[in-house]
Nanobody, 121 residues
Framework: QVQLVESGGGLVQPGGSLRLSCAASGSFFSIKSMGWYRQAPGKQRELVVT???????SQADSVQGRFTISRDGRKNTVYLQMNNLKPEDTAVYYC???????????????WGQGTQVTVSS
């Protein structure tokens, strides 16, 4: 079993910043990628940004130049630095991990519980 624990959400004014973190723990052989998705009320869950084990990043055009993902491999943790936040960034942000499980390296996806980010004046 793999657990993802997210933290760092909250209320911020437009133009402000927040930093989210997501720590993975449990029984896994390796992490192939981790990242963030978000879901606003009435909308589908969408990709924000992910980072793979080789450092490759994929991100939505809407956050280009404002959001930055980083990782600490030793802590199995990823961070999402969000700058110049806009009201349209308001959503529940979910962490996702793509891992390999012992003993046969079966691949599996896990989601965190989500953390609310609200951008409002």
């Amino acid at each position: 079993q793999v657990q993802l624990v997210e933290s760092g959400g909250g209320l911020v004014q437009p133009g402000g910043s927040l930093r989210l973190s997501c720590a993975a723990s449990g029984s896994f052989f390796s992490i192939k990628s981790m990242g963030w998705y978000r879901q606003a009320p009435g909308k589908q869950r969408e990709l924000v940004v992910t980072i793979s084990s080789d450092g490759t990043r994929s991100q939505a055009d809407s956050v280009q130049g404002r959001f930055t993902i980083s990782r600490d491999g030793r802590k199995n943790t990823v961070y999402l630095q969000m700058n110049n936040l806009k009201p349209e960034d308001t959503a529940v942000y979910y962490c996702k991990a793509h891992v390999e499980l012992p003993p046969y390296l079966e691949e599996a996806m896990y989601w965190g519980q989500g953390t609310q980010v609200t951008v409002s004046s």
